[in-house]
């Protein structure tokens, strides 16, 4: 490796290049060995006589090689944010003046002199945090976001690339449930403390710890069952009690296991015909979930006409709700070798649904080697077992009228799977066969990610003409993902959506995605806007991010006449076209349009997100 490679090297290493990743490094590395114009010494003498010398000596003296030496030698520096000793700067500009034809890159690189990158490091503490779930923000002093990372497993961070200035650092509790608060050297909830970083320098030391709140005065962090308690509650499965307290250690009840299976599965509509019981009427608690899992299945009552919401569930019983739950899978015969319990035998009362219990973990035994079917549940292992049921294994949940498998859409870093073509009849009574987009809204009700309206009378109306909130794009953009397993942070990334909100849940994974991170208001504030309405053009920005920001650049033409190429969006907009989600309007005088300030309707995004997810 020559001295012109060794020396900004070393440069870069001086700017904080030792904090950069791996990919960093080989990115930067790869840059400095070009093909046609590798940067190195035109002669040994040359080479020897550089050394260590003023960066403005470097040139080779060959005027016909100093153009294409120097323009790459700018690329890299550019690129890496590199710092630029005014006296090379210097040689550079009078160099390409003298010597490379009009169409300089300087200008168009940014390169001017003494930028340097700088970085700032240091390490998060959080009693029970996985770590990896953490982010942290460096905010100029425009209140703009200059700087984002995520937290290393061992706590650790590095904030890599800002410019010299000063910033403010805030610590992200994200889906870990850890609060978020901005960096201060005193102590939390004081004014965030100033990090002033300068050209090329490290700061490092700038350490925080993040606490987990403390929901309920029975539940401090290092309770066995904290995060599970906690994933549970924030999800709104399980609630806590008016006065603060959660109580794990109070057992289950018939009625409060139908409630949080019920909201498990996401409220649905209870069918009109759903059974009743003398113990509970219209508006009294549990009424809708009770009914609802009668009518599915899981808990049919008792043949007096009773459900008897208030008597205690054990692991017997919690095994028969969520085998029925899962919709019955199929129990292998030998399972109950996987349990090894001593009192979980063939041939007792529940044996399949106790055996497909204890053998996915959802329920663990008791430290003696038994199971413990008549053992009651109580409700801090409820939320762990509803974590596990969850994340272990993923049971499918019926009485939500799932798609069938071949209509489930998931979009994942820009792969558009398949979807279907046809439909087999809408449940709207708003759109009927021949309608304009008769065939997507089927499709986007089939594949459950709008449900529309229930109506007074007891139909299903789409409102194809209404126009789309923000809010609702987000909701729409979450179930086309499939409904990630998510779980929202406790704190609001907007000051607008509150954690109550209808969508909060999809508005919060919108941002953690980076498919929206809002708008930064004049106070400092981040705001959502949710009940702003969508335009086309935003639209296009919105499906662009969600396919993962695929690698494209637009051909310097604007498919449309109303589109012109420093449109904020075009690209987005191009790359639609491009896909053929959008084909656009052909006007009168045939040029085509795509009207980007016009909101979107209803149906008109149920055509947008079908030739998304279908690329047909």
């Known amino acids: 490796m020559t001295v012109d490679h060794m020396v900004p090297l070393e440069e870069a290493w001086q700017s904080g290049a ?75 500009m009078e160099m390409l003046g003298d010597n490379c034809p009009e169409g300089t890159l300087i200008p168009e690189r940014g390169l001017t002199p003494g930028l340097g990158p700088a970085a700032i490091i240091g390490e998060v503490s959080s009693v029970g945090t996985v770590f990896s779930l ?64 300068s050209s090329g320098e490290v700061i490092s030391g700038i350490d925080t710890g993040l606490e987990k709140p403390r929901l309920f005065t029975d539940i401090p962090p290092e309770h066995p069952n904290f995060d599970t308690i906690l994933w549970a509650v924030v999800s709104g499965y399980i609630t806590g009690y008016p006065d603060g307290t959660f109580r794990a250690d109070t057992p289950v009840n018939r009625g409060s296991l139908s409630a949080i299976l019920y909201r498990y599965a996401g409220s649905p509509a209870v069918p009109p015909n ?106 801090g292992a409820m939320a762990r077992s509803l974590n596990f049921y969850r994340f272990g294994f993923n049971f499918p949940v019926i009485g939500t009228s799932p798609a069938p498998a071949s209509t489930h859409v998931s979009v994942d870093a820009g792969v558009i799977p398949d979807a279907p073509t046809t439909a087999s009849g809408t449940a709207f009574t708003d759109v009927p066969p021949g309608a304009l987009f008769y065939r997507e809204i089927s499709w986007l009700a089939e594949s459950r990610v709008s449900t529309g309206w229930i109506e007074a009378g007891g139909t299903r109306t789409y409102r194809p003409a209404q126009q789309v909130n923000r809010d609702q794009m987000a909701a729409f953009l979450f179930r086309l993902a499939g409904r990630p397993d998510f779980v929202p942070p406790l704190q609001s990334p907007f000051a607008d959506v509150p954690t109550t909100h209808a969508f909060y849940k999809e508005i919060s994974w919108l941002w953690s995605e980076k498919i929206s991170e809002g708008w930064r208001e004049a106070d400092g504030t981040r705001t959502f806007r949710p009940a702003a309405t969508v335009n086309r053009d935003q639209m296009a920005a919105f499906i662009y991010r969600h396919a993962g920001s695929p690698a494209y650049e637009p051909d310097g033409q604007s498919a449309f006449a109303d589109i012109p190429t420093d449109h904020a969006f075009y690209k987005q907009i191009s790359w639609l076209a491009s896909t053929k989600i959008s084909n656009g309007w052909t006007e009168a005088d045939k040029t085509r349009t795509f009207r980007p300030g016009a909101a979107i309707l209803r149906d008109q995004m149920a055509a947008f997100m079908h030739r998304y997810a279908s690329n047909d």
């Open 18 to 92: 030792w904090a950069w990743t791996a990919e960093q490094r080989r990115d930067f590395a790869n840059d400095l060995k070009y093909p046609d114009t590798t940067l190195r010494a035109v002669t040994r003498a040359v080479d020897d006589d550089k050394g260590s010398k003023d960066p403005a000596q470097w040139q080779p003296p060959g005027s016909g090689v100093q153009c294409g030496y120097a323009d790459k030698w700018i690329f890299v520096k550019s690129r890496w944010n590199l710092s630029v000793d005014p006296a090379e700067y210097a040689t550079l």
């Open 134 to 197: 953490l982010t942290v923000e460096a905010y100029a002093e425009d209140g703009s976001v200059a700087g984002r990372t995520s937290v290393d497993a061992d706590g650790s961070y590095e904030l890599t690339g800002l410019a010299p200035g000063t910033y403010r650092l805030k610590f992200l509790g994200g889906t870990s449930g850890a609060l978020d608060r901005w960096y201060s050297s005193d102590s939390p909830g004081q004014e965030p403390t100033p990090v002033h970083v």
């Open 274 to 379: 759903a059974p009743t019981f003398s113990d509970l009427t219209p508006g009294s608690d549990y009424n809708d979930a009770v009914r609802w899992v009668a009518a599915w299945g899981i808990d049919d009552g008792f043949t007096d006409g009773t459900f008897r919401p208030e008597e205690e569930i054990t692991r017997r019983s919690l095994a028969v709700f969520l085998h029925r739950l899962a919709d019955s899978p199929r129990v292998p015969p030998d399972a109950h070798i996987y349990s090894a319990y001593s009192d979980i035998l063939p041939g007792m009362p529940n044996y399949e649904e106790l055996a497909w219990l204890a053998s996915t973990f959802v329920v663990v035994g008791n430290p003696d080697g038994s199971f413990g079917p008549d053992q009651l549940v109580e409700r």
